[in-house]
Each structure stands twice: as C-alpha cells, then as structure tokens.
C-alpha cells in the first residue's frame, strides 16, 4: 500500500466513524430520555424509571405545577390521585436515600423553571438528621446536571441510553401502556414479598442506649435542615405545602429500636411539627406513618422498609381526604402510638425468642 | 486518564499527536519531544496532580545518579544507590502496608496500617528507570540528555502499564529525525491497533468481568459449573484486558513512528508454563531474566542452583504484580510447575513428539494457568480452599444461570425483550446464549494471532473500514460504564 492509500484509509476511517457518532448523538437528542435538552415531542410519554439520572431534566423541562418530593420511600406513591383531586400535575423529585438538602435542591430548581401550586413533601424520620452537604454532584451524573457541553458526551454516546433507554421509553410511549403518574415505581422492578423483606432485615444483638434528637450535633443538624425547610416554604406563600411522615415497616423501626435512635426521630418529628405549622400555607399529615396494619403486614413490603403501591395509595388518598392532619397539640399523642406498637413489637419478639414467625400473623391485616 | 476514555480517544490523543507533528513540521523538533513529555506529565497526573511531583522525584532521583555515574567514578556505587532509591520508592508506595500488616500479624506489633494509594503504573516506570540504572553502571548505556531521559519514563503510551520498554529500544528511535514526521502508514496501522485493542478491552475484557466479578463475589453461592465458568471468564478476561492495553500502547507509539515491544504472543496456545512466560508479558520476562535470573546465576550452575533460581525470579514476579500473599503464591505456584518442567525436561519433549501428546501438554498447561489465575483473582487465600471446594464439590444449584445474568448488558436490551416476547419465562436463554458466544469467540481469538501481528501486515482493503469504524463505534458508546484495567493497579 503507498502512503496515498494509507492516508485515504485513515480518512474513511474518521469520516464513517464520525457518521456513526454523529447519527447516535442525534438518536439521544432527539428522544433525550433523561429530558436534558428538551421536554417532551415524537410522542414520548416521559417514562420516568431512573430517578437520579431523570429527576434533574424533568424538573427543568416538563410540564408540571405540583411537586412531590421525598426519599425512596416515596417512590411508591401514585400521583394520578393528587393531580385529579388538586388539579393539578405532579413531578415526582425524589431520590434514594434523599437529604434533606438534596429535596431541598430539587425545589429550588423547580421554582426556577414552574410555578409551584402545591409541594408534597414526605418526610422520612432520617432525612431531617443528615448534615446539610452540597446539592448532589455525583461525578457519574454530572453531566446532567452541570452546564457544561463537553461532558455531554457520557450522554450522548452511551451504549445504555442508545440501546436501552431509548427503546425502552419509545416502546412504552408509543404502545400508550404508560401512566407518569406510576413514576419511579418499584413494581417495574419487583414485587413485594414477605419472604424477601424479612431476608433483608438484618438487625443487630445488642439493644444501644436511647439517643435524643434534642441535645449535641443531632439537635445541630435537625435544625440546620429545618432551617433550610423554612426558608422555602417562608419564601413561597403562594404554595400550599403539604408535609406527611412516610411508612416504613416495623423492620425499619426495630433497626432503630436497636440502634437507639428512634426516639431521636420522634423529636424530629415533633419539632418539625413545631416550627413549620406556625406557617398558613402548611400542613402536616401523619398518612399512615403509625398505622398498625401498614407497620405490621410484611406482604405489602419489598424489604424491611419500602412499601408497596396499596400502602402507597392509603398514604395518597390520606393527603387527598385531609384525614390524620398533625398540629403540635397531636404530635405527641401520635409519635405515642407508633412508640407503642414498636413496644409491643419488641416485647413479642422477646416472648418469641427472637423467633420472627410471629411476624406471619400479621399477613393480610392492611387489606382487611 | 485512562486509554479508554473520551477525553483521551477525542482530546488528548488527537491534540498530542497533531502537536507532535506540528512542531516538526515548523522545524522545532526538540520542542515537539517536549510537547510529548509534558503531555505524558499530563495524561499521567490528570485528576491526581501529586502524581507529577512523584514521577518528577522518581526521574530526577534517577537522573542525579546517572550524572554522578558520569562525573565520578564508582558506578558500582552510584549504581547500587540508584537501585536502594528506586526500590525504596517502590517499596514506600507498594509495600509498607503489606509488610506492616505482616509485622503485625506475625509479631503481634500493633503499628498503624498508612493506607498509602497506590500509584498509577509506579511499578513499570521504576522498572524501566532501574534497568537504565543498572545499565549505566554496567557501562552499557550512556548519559542522555535531560529530555531523552525523560521521554524515555514518561512517553505515555507505555508509562501506565507497559510494555516495559528499554532506554537503548526508546531513546534512539526519538533522536532519528527520520522518524519525527507524519507518516501515513504508520498513522494508519497504529490507529487500527488502537481500536483493536479498544474494543478487545470493551467488548470482550469487560463483558467478561461481569461474569468473573458475580462469581469471585460470591464464591459461597457457586457450584461446579459456575466456578468453571468463572475460572474461565476471568482467564479471558485478563488476557483480553492486559493484552488489549498493550495493543493501544503499541498503536498510539506507531502513530508517533515509535515501535514500542510486543508483550503477548498468544499465551493460551502454550504447551508450558515456560512457553507461557515467553508469550505472556514478555518485557517483564524478559526485565526479570536479565536484571535478576541471570545475575544469580541463571541455569549456569547446575539443577538444584536453578529451581532456585527460578523460584526467586517468580517469587518477585508475583511480589511485583501486587503486595498481597496470593500473589506471591501465583507467582511461586508457577515458578514451581517451570522447575518440575526443567527436571523432566526429557520425558516432556518426547511427548510433544506425537499430537495427542502435544495436545495433552497444551491441556496440561491451560489448566495449570486456569488453576493459578484463581490465586491471582481472588482477595484474600482465605478464598483460595473455597474456590476450589466449589469448583470440585461436583454440585450443581443453578449457579451458571445468575453468572449469565449477571453479563446482562445494554446490547442484550433489545434481544431480552424479543425473547421474553417468543419464550415467555424461558427467556433467559438469552443470557446463556449470549454467554457460551463470548466465551467461543474468546477461545477463538485468543488462539489466533494477535493484534499486532494482523498490523504488522499493514494490509487493509476498503471493505475493512466499516467494521472498523463499528467497532469503534460500540467501543466508544460503552465507554460510560466500562471498568477500569487491571493492570494499572500493578
């Protein structure tokens, strides 16, 4: 071969590989399944099933006028209900494991791009206790989140959004088998199971000293976050807020039980209670946060914490029928009633010899 | 930065070479080895800055003794002080912690572990500068000048993971002008080695590693098959993946007119572990022969003299390729079966008289390197009796269906849905498929030529570049996700 043919090789090389690359990162573009560019056309129906890599676009890109904001415990929600009660369309911003400083970010970005009617905020016992951190930046999404053009490329030609994604949101777009208000839903994923939740639970022997959220770095913390909470909702009159304590099971409490820290959640509770009810524009709700049969009925959970859609939708229709509402004349009596089915629990377990069968009693009791 | 990244493939490759050639275009041909030495300095402490003060430490360490090696005499000295500095260096970063972590484990000691990172590629750059080291107070290498020296260390291709290259192969090929300009040929053979090697690392390397990570992480949870399956994977795995980093090292120097060394020459096809060691990371063989094995004496006195001396050499070797016991015990389980070889060296070369023969020696072989890549593989020797247990515990739980789903991924997407479309709950043959595919076509490419020999041919027709382009293609939109080399880590 002579250095001519060399060089046209080389170059047909560039230019088809070039094409190549070209047509993909016009593919992601145009169908954008994670909303970085643009909201929704081609018929997309905005299938929302990675919250860490769709909330940020869809937060700035589509259409919406509600926001329900929460951990993974939240994920679960149906917001079809809300959006026809309030009229209103709800935005799922959620994220697993969510600071309160992240749902706090999540806001932010919402109010510069919509016009906020209402916010359904659960708040889970731990959420108001993390230290307030940077908005997330984690360096494998940043792309998504950051302005900058070049790191675009991990979105653009990526074989998972090329080859996954894009079918995936396509298919379901157009076969018009999707309903946005089942965002983020596990039961894409898998469904629930006593078995596997109990397998998931993996306490500890030893039972720790109580903590207290109301003295040292736990009281620090709770009101940092709470401080940061207030600020947006003194900042927005014009939203209603509606903060409700999500559902976890029994499992979940007794980590805490054994941890000593479920009594710190109580006073988080309690003081979130205190210092945000003074607001008009919010109000608290317990939901089902201290239901015995959505604590104690393992069938209705996925592991020892997130509950499935029925519980979900009793958490829902709660907010919907302004039912369970707190004040900080009920907290008290509230935060008392879960204490004592966690109590309860506990002392069971002991007369069981820790033998967790018991557990099977319970099976069907959120349905009767 | 690693090769397999888009700031390296789109930015840095195209900017230094361009650069490069750029500069001796205008007639600056010292400045464009500059512009390659700082961009090396670059590429290696990009994201990790403190990695530019050790490799310039590392080099000016080296250099200062060459100069005292050429102002005074004792090179013997100066010699053996550069080699103290250099694996003391390498001892500081690799090995305090494994050698504290046994102080205490065997006296009890109680010092405190530093947790010191482990540098990107410090074991192949101090290698490289102790054989020039040595080589000047052997009064076998010359001075080079500050900038020859360091190109020599830092030119990136092969700074991260090799090949090992010797100052007398590197120096001279960049002080013939000759080679300083843009030759079409080379650019185009060293391009299609890069995205052979690319895709060898993606496509294969890394889709293999889901396979081998699901079983090395859950070894309690393997049966038979599943442990053989892993076993398998991961032997692929890391020859495709060390073997494809070479063949980008090798391109990316051929795009500049460097010829780097070969490092793979077919390793699986070996009939010994001997052979093995002269197709598998030939330059450290060869560094590890000529530094170490033949100044003990080599196979010069007498049987006994070189077991030893070959259980030495692969106790370094496998000291080398990471401070942890299992390891040093890979590396002595091979030095141990070469010892064996060299003593019935006789009855072994009448077997490969016949082909069943030479068959069975090459089975032999395969399975003694499969054996040993599970001492490689796993994170503790801890693990080593477990492994073991399971791949002979002739059970059978279904483990090979979970390390099939375990290779799920992007391109399997679309082919899971039809399946679950036509096969209903047994779509999962998909996976198994997919499976026994890569491992076939794992088998068939590590029995043929290497990258670099396809190359060297340099005979491409048009019909080639399509699939080129595809492949580079796949390579580069799996680049997201893909993991990081092996053999960086050494």
């Not at chain 2, 570049?465 to 080399?485: Q, T």
């Amino acid at each position: 071969m002579t250095q001519k043919e060399y060089k046209r090789f080389f170059l047909g090389f560039l230019l088809c590989a070039g094409v190549l690359l070209f047509l993909a990162a016009l593919a992601v573009f145009l169908f954008d399944p994670f909303f970085h560019y643009h909201g929704l056309w081609l018929g997309m129906k905005g299938v929302q099933t990675k919250e860490e890599f769709q909330v940020n676009g869809a937060l700035e890109h589509l259409d919406y006028d509600a926001v329900l904001l929460g951990a993974s415990v939240t994920m679960n929600m149906n917001t079809d209900p809300l959006d026809e009660h309030f009229g209103c369309r709800t935005q799922k911003a959620v994220a697993s494991g969510a600071h309160c400083c992240t749902l706090a970010y999540y806001l932010d970005k919402a109010y510069q791009n919509r016009d906020i009617r209402y916010v359904f905020w659960g708040l889970d016992p731990d959420q108001i206790f993390y230290e307030i951190d940077d908005p997330p930046t984690q360096d494998q999404i940043l792309y998504l989140r950051d302005k900058n053009p070049f790191n675009d490329v991990n979105y653009l030609w990526n074989a998972d959004v090329l080859l996954q994604e894009i079918p995936h949101t396509a298919g379901l777009s157009w076969k018009n088998s999707y309903d946005p208000g089942t965002a983020y839903d596990f039961l894409a994923i898998k469904a629930p199971n006593m078995e596997e939740a109990l397998a998931t639970h993996h306490p500890e022997g030893e039972i720790r000293p109580v903590r207290r959220g109301t003295e040292g770095e736990a009281k620090r913390r709770l009101e940092e976050n709470l401080d940061l909470i207030e600020e947006l909702v003194a900042a927005h009159p014009e939203t209603k807020f509606k903060f409700f304590f999500t559902v976890s099971s029994i499992l979940w409490w007794d980590i805490h039980y054994r941890d000593g820290n479920y009594e710190k959640y109580f006073d988080g509770q309690k003081r979130a209670v205190e210092r945000l009810s003074v607001y008009d524009n919010v109000r608290f709700y317990a939901g089902v946060f201290n239901d015995r049969a959505c604590l104690l009925d393992l069938t209705h959970y996925y592991d020892y914490c997130h509950a499935d859609r029925e519980v979900s939708l009793r958490q829902v229709y709660a907010l919907i029928n302004d039912e369970h509402i707190i004040t900080p004349d009920n907290i008290t009596e509230e935060t008392d009633t879960l204490r004592d089915i966690l109590f309860e629990f506990e002392n069971r377990l002991i007369a069981e010899d820790g033998d967790w069968n018991f557990l099977y009693e319970y099976a069907g009791l959120a349905d009767e | 930065m690693y090769f397999n990244s888009y700031i390296f493939i789109f930015l840095f490759v195209p900017l230094t070479v361009a650069g490069y050639f750029a500069l001796d275009h205008f007639g600056k041909k010292r400045i464009g080895q500059a512009w390659l030495v700082l961009m090396s300095l670059c590429f290696y402490s990009y994201g990790t800055p403190w990695l530019f003060f050790l490799i310039t430490a590392s080099m000016a360490g080296n250099y200062i003794f060459s100069i005292l090696m050429k102002h005074f005499r004792h090179p013997r000295l100066f010699g053996t002080l550069g080699v103290v500095f250099d694996l003391g260096l390498l001892f500081y970063f690799k090995y305090f912690d494994f050698f504290i972590s046994n102080v205490n484990a065997f006296f009890n000691a109680g010092w405190e572990l530093k947790h010191i990172i482990l540098p990107m590629g410090i074991s192949f750059y101090t290698f490289q500068q102790i054989s020039y080291i040595v080589d000047r107070a052997r009064g076998k290498a010359e001075h080079y000048a500050l900038l020859d020296y360091m190109i020599f260390v830092t030119f990136f291709p092969q700074l991260v993971a090799g090949p090992i290259v010797r100052h007398n192969e590197l120096v001279p090929q960049f002080r013939d002008a000759a080679k300083k300009s843009l030759n079409w040929e080379n650019l185009t053979k060293g391009s299609v080695l890069f995205v052979l090697g690319l895709s060898k690392k993606i496509l294969l390397a890394d889709m293999l590693s889901l396979i081998a990570d699901q079983g090395y992480g859950d070894i309690a949870a393997l049966d038979s098959p599943g442990a053989l399956l892993t076993m398998l994977a991961y032997t692929f795995q890391i020859y495709f993946d060390f073997s494809a980093y070479s063949d980008m090292a090798l391109g990316l120097g051929l795009m500049m007119n460097i010829s780097l060394p070969h490092n793979f020459d077919q390793p699986y096809r070996s009939r010994s572990i001997r052979e093995f060691w002269r197709r598998w990371h030939i330059t450290l063989g060869q560094f590890l022969a000529e530094y170490v094995y033949i100044p003990l004496g080599g196979n010069r006195k007498g049987k006994p003299r070189r077991a030893l001396n070959t259980l030495i050499l692969f106790f370094l070797s496998g000291l080398w390729h990471g401070a942890a016991w299992n390891f040093v015990l890979w590396g002595l389980c091979h030095g141990i079966v070469i010892a064996f070889e060299d003593l019935f060296e006789a009855p072994l070369k009448k077997l490969e008289a016949s082909k069943p023969g030479r068959f069975l020696r090459w089975l032999g072989a395969f399975v003694i390197i499969n054996f040993s890549w599970v001492l490689f593989r796993v994170s503790s020797l801890k693990q080593v009796p477990q492994f073991f247990g399971r791949l002979f515990s002739f059970s059978e739980n279904g483990s090979v269906s979970v390390l099939a789903q375990a290779a799920d991924n992007a391109f399997l997407f679309i082919p899971v849905q039809l399946a679950k479309k036509l096969l209903g709950e047994h779509y999962f043959y998909v996976y198994f498929v997919f499976v026994l595919l890569l491992l076939l076509v794992s088998a068939v490419l590590a029995g043929r030529k290497e990258a670099w020999a396809y190359t060297e041919k340099g005979v491409f027709k048009k019909k080639m570049i399509l699939p080129l382009a595809v492949l580079f293609f796949l390579s580069v939109i799996s680049l997201s996700k893909v993991v990081v080399f092996l053999y960086s880590n050494f």
